[in-house]
């Protein structure tokens, strides 16, 4: 398994990560079909992210992509130390070091970067991803309450964070 960063010459796979995810979990924000095939809007979205000096890494195997992070940070000067962190990872690869090693990735680029906090939401129920999450530094910060709509039901999500390095 490689983890590295995005290319352009990913958006196909990528986008067909993307809607595999949709596909078998309820966790990802978009239902089944809900993601509209436009590489070129991906390719677009993909150079942005790199025009904007912010993350994107996927984690591969055998050319296939298993999994992927992504972090943007604030613009404003206010929000600009702190990054929002959205990741999946294709229900066969769970529990073999994905998620750890994509995280460590982040860290590593947050750090680098000035970063000072990280930041995520995660449905309440979501017990792998959350005890990821915490394994690698995360804590609950407060709750959500009916924050997702699945399956004709309310869901909470906590909001969690990582602060990684004391203030300037």
């Given at each position: 398994?490689m983890?590295?960063?995005?290319?352009?010459g990913?958006?196909?796979?990528f986008w067909?990560l993307?809607s595999?995810?949709?596909?078998?979990?309820k966790f990802?924000?978009?239902?089944?079909?809900?993601?509209e095939k436009?590489?070129?809007?991906t390719?677009?979205?993909i150079?942005?992210?790199r025009k904007?000096?912010d993350f994107?890494?996927?984690a591969e195997e055998?050319?296939?992509?298993?999994?992927?992070?992504?972090?943007?940070?604030?613009?404003?000067?206010?929000?600009?130390?702190?990054a929002?962190?959205v990741?999946?990872?294709?229900?066969?690869f769970?529990g073999?070091?994905?998620?750890?090693?994509l995280?460590?990735?982040?860290?590593r680029w947050?750090l680098?970067?000035?970063?000072?906090r990280?930041e995520l939401?995660?449905m309440?129920?979501?017990?792998?991803?959350l005890?990821?999450?915490?394994?690698?530094?995360?804590?609950?910060e407060g709750?959500?309450?009916d924050?997702?709509f699945?399956?004709g039901?309310?869901?909470d999500?906590?909001?969690?964070?990582?602060?990684l390095?004391?203030s300037?």
């Open positions: 398994m983890i590295r960063s995005i290319k352009i990913d958006a196909e796979k067909q993307q595999e995810l949709d596909k078998e979990t990802m924000m978009l239902e089944p079909d809900e993601r436009d590489i070129d809007r390719k677009g979205m150079e942005s992210i904007a000096n994107l890494f996927v055998s050319g296939v992509l298993i999994g992927f992070i992504t972090a943007g940070r604030g613009s404003a000067n206010r929000i600009k130390h702190r929002y962190v990741m999946g990872i294709k229900e066969e769970h073999r070091g994905v998620g750890t090693k995280l460590n990735e982040l860290d947050a680098e970067q000035g970063i000072h990280l939401t995660v309440t129920h979501n017990v792998k991803a005890t990821l999450y915490e394994k690698c530094g995360f804590v609950i709750v959500k309450k924050s997702m699945v399956d039901e309310y869901i999500e906590y909001y969690m964070g990582k602060i390095k004391s300037a």
